[in-house]
């Protein structure tokens, strides 16, 4: 069975930086897309980053590229997402999400979330000014 476990959410203040935490059991992460999203309440879920763990490939969201960054370690199963320079609006619940079936070649992956299959509990990010 598939779990997926977040952490590292906090409450920080603008112009800090936090690291946030994924890590899958039950399945290998390599050659694989995974992603984080966001969402308030009220509002719509939002892709923010998605990676191709088999290769260089990396997708941003307008309002978080080049203040967000995210990484995988294959051998620890483990995805993060590295944000710095965070501002209030970017607080909100981030999930992070994997798509599990193997891509073998360089891949482009999506802010779709109806293309990822196994999704982490949340966990909470609050900005203040």
């Known amino acids: 069975q598939v779990k997926v476990v977040q952490s590292g959410g906090d409450s920080v203040q603008a112009g800090g930086s936090l690291t946030l935490s994924c890590v899958v059991s039950?399945?290998?992460?390599?050659?694989?897309?995974m992603a984080w999203f966001r969402q308030t309440p009220g509002k719509e879920r939002e892709g923010v980053a998605a990676?191709?763990?088999?290769?260089?490939?990396?997708r941003f969201s307008d309002s978080v590229k080049g203040r967000l960054s995210i990484s995988a370690d294959v051998a620890k199963n483990t995805m993060y997402l590295h944000m710095r320079l965070l501002k209030p609006e970017d607080t909100a619940m981030y999930y992070c999400?994997?798509?599990?079936?193997?891509?073998?070649?360089?891949?482009?992956?999506?802010?779709?979330?109806?293309?990822?299959?196994?999704w982490g509990q949340g966990t909470q990010v609050t900005v203040s000014s």
């Open positions: 039950g399945h290998p992460i390599n050659h694989t897309c």
């Open positions: 999400a994997a798509d599990l079936p193997p891509r073998y070649s360089e891949t482009f992956c999506t802010l779709l979330g109806h293309e990822y299959r196994a």
């Open positions: 990676i191709y763990t088999g290769g260089l490939a990396r």
